[in-house]
């Protein structure tokens, strides 16, 4: 069964830098898009990166282009993303999912949604 277990949340400062993890199991790792989402509290879901298995695809919402970034390393079934220049709105539960696919430039998933469990990522001074 699809396992997605993230990691690497945590307590940061404005300006500051945090890199989550998304280690998975349960499937062939590198045909599969992924993606991470967030959802701030009283918001809605936000998709935030997104690459294809072979990184040919990547999405960033506007919100984080130029801060974040996503890799993967097929090797070892785990997606990152790394976070640099945190806002106090970057703060939100964080989310890896896997799909088929997503469309650009508006991110839509593409076939079925399997998701993490979420690591809270809180930015405050």
């Known amino acids: 069964q699809v396992q997605l277990v993230e990691s690497g949340g945590g307590l940061a400062q404005p300006g500051g830098s945090l890199r989550l993890s998304c280690a998975a199991s349960?499937?062939?790792?590198?045909?599969?898009?992924m993606s991470w989402a967030r959802q701030a509290p009283g918001k809605g879901l936000e998709w935030v990166s997104g690459?294809?298995?072979?990184?040919?695809?990547?999405y960033y919402a506007d919100s984080v282009k130029g801060r974040f970034t996503i890799s993967r390393d097929n090797a070892k079934n785990t997606v990152y993303l790394q976070m640099n220049d945190l806002k106090p709105e970057d703060t939100a539960l964080y989310y890896c999912?896997?799909?088929?696919?997503?469309?650009?430039?508006?991110?839509?998933?593409?076939?079925?949604?399997?998701w993490g469990q979420g690591t809270q990522v809180t930015v405050s001074s």
């Open positions: 690459m294809y298995g072979d990184g040919t695809k990547t």
């Open positions: 999912a896997k799909t088929d696919g997503f469309t650009v430039p508006v991110f839509r998933p593409v076939g079925g949604i399997d």
């Open positions: 349960g499937f062939a790792f590198s045909t599969y898009a």
